[in-house]
């Protein structure tokens, strides 16, 4: 192997270490304490399982946690209040309602009711907008992370080539506009793309958010660029002892044959996965500090 294999999992300590120091100094010199409400309709055993995590992180960090959950058949009305009474209190700067939401609700119209000042998942119009037109906004957690581990492993990305492989909303369209922000030449790439081998191998910089287990190999790699893997895939893997089926998380990267040919990789798991909530963190403390009118602290941002 020659890749350094990055430590998501060390870095995201770093960052909440981090957002835990600058909460303490925010209740010591202003009396402030940072509130994450986060907003949970169903019982989607995932998305349980990504809420009591986050609620667990942001009480560990020192700021106010509070979860509403709600019932897979509730309104949209009813949501709609919930979101409109946190938008009200001023003891909440974030507010995240936890996708994805049971079909009979409409994702945009919730997630545009947030008010956008709180808007931690940077998912609001709002802030999608800001972030294309390289404003000050709420950063989506996640591309927010691989960003981080980007600049850390190689500290200025100008002028390097990056592809992302990926058009969602909530990762491959923002990672390319913070790699834009940074002044890579970003190439974004999708199910239609031609020959993507090709246009994968003349990156400097690859982040690959798919959701299509090991697709990315190590041929596909120009020698010595960075490779971030988004993706989170359940595949087998045999089975156990007592004759249950075992299954393991993979990402998007052939993780063995793109570690002998990349200059670094982020694992999976333990990679860019526990960047997501630290940054949620990161998010919901700059979010107070600007509601505040304080500075947000510097590296926590894009
Ligand atoms: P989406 O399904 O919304 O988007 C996937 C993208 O991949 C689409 O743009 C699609 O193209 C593209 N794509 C699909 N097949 C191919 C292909 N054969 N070649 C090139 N591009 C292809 O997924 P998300 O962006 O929401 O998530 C991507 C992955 O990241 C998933 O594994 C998800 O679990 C993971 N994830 C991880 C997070 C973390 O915290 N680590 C957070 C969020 C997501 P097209 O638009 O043309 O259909």
């Known amino acids: 192997m020659t890749a350094t294999v990055i430590d998501g ?7 909440r270490a981090q957002v835990t120091e600058h909460v303490a100094r925010l209740k010591a010199d202003h009396g ?3 509130g ?10 995932a998305s349980q399982v990504y809420v009591r995590s986050k609620g667990k992180q942001t009480v560990e960090a020192g700021m106010k946690s509070v979860e509403h959950k709600l019932s897979a058949d509730t309104s949209e009305a009813d ?3 919930v979101v409109a009474d946190l938008n009200a209190d001023p003891t909440i700067h ?3 309602v936890q996708l994805p939401l049971p079909t009979h609700l409409n994702e945009d119209l919730v997630i545009n009711a947030i008010d956008p000042a709180k808007d931690v998942d ?6 999608v907008g800001l972030l294309a037109t390289g404003q000050k906004s709420m950063v989506p957690c996640t591309p927010l992370g691989c960003l981080m581990l980007l600049r850390d492993h190689l500290g200025s990305l100008s002028g390097k080539d990056a592809v992302v492989i990926g058009r969602s909303n909530i990762v491959g369209k923002p990672m390319a506009q913070l790699l834009l922000g940074d002044s890579c030449t970003v190439t974004i790439a999708h199910s239609r ?5 090709d246009v994968v191998r003349r990156a400097d910089i690859v982040v690959a958010a798919v959701g299509r287990p090991q697709m990315v190999p190590g041929d596909w790699i120009k020698p010595g660029a960075m490779v971030v893997d988004v993706g989170i895939n359940r595949i087998d893997a045999g089975v156990k002892e007592d004759g249950s089926p075992r299954t393991r998380l993979v990402g998007d990267v052939d993780f063995d044959s793109v570690a002998k040919v990349a200059g670094a990789v982020t694992p999976v798991p333990g990679g860019v996965g526990p960047m997501t909530i630290a940054c949620l963190l990161a998010n919901t403390l700059t979010a107070c500090c600007r509601a505040n009118g304080l500075e947000a602290p510097e590296g926590l941002t894009a």
């Open 9 to 15: 999992k060390a870095f995201a300590a770093k960052v």
């Open 32 to 34: 402030i304490t940072p």
């Open 36 to 45: 994450l409400a986060v907003v949970l309709v169903g019982e989607d055993p």
């Open 79 to 81: 949501l709609l209040q």
């Open 94 to 96: 974030g507010i995240l």
């Open 122 to 127: 940077g998912f609001h119009i709002s802030n």
């Open 193 to 197: 793309t031609k020959d993507l081998p």
